[in-house]
Nanobody
């Protein structure tokens, strides 16, 4: 059973930084990808980034490119989302997700989700 647990959210002032972590458990293969999504109140869920464990490929949404980076520590089964120069529009609940059957970032069908971590950017 694949389990994802996010951590690292919080309250930060505009221009500040946070690093989110997604701890992954239950995969028996390295052929999987972890994506980050966010959802602001009243808004649709938005894909933010993806990290492919098998080859280290990364993808970043245009809306956060240049400010957010995604990385992984295979030894610790953890994927990180480094968020810099945070702005109020980055506020929302951030989720990590994966395809339980294994995938790359390009062919994932996300069917396993973490519980989410709240990020609030406010002065």
């Amino acid at each position: 059973q694949v389990q994802l647990v996010e951590s690292g959210g919080g309250l930060v002032q505009p221009g500040g930084s946070l690093r989110l972590s997604c701890a992954v458990a239950g995969f028996t293969t390295d052929h999987y990808a972890i994506a980050w999504f966010r959802q602001a109140p009243g808004m649709k869920r938005e894909g933010v980034s993806c990290f492919s464990i098998s080859d280290g490929a990364t993808y970043i949404a245009d809306s956060v490119k240049g400010r957010f980076t995604v990385s992984g520590d295979n030894a610790k089964n953890t994927v990180f989302l480094q968020m810099n120069d945070l702005q109020p529009e980055d506020t929302g609940v951030y989720f990590c997700a994966t395809d339980r059957g294994g995938s790359t970032c390009l062919d994932a069908e996300y069917d396993s989700w973490g519980q989410g971590t709240q990020v609030t950017v406010s002065s």
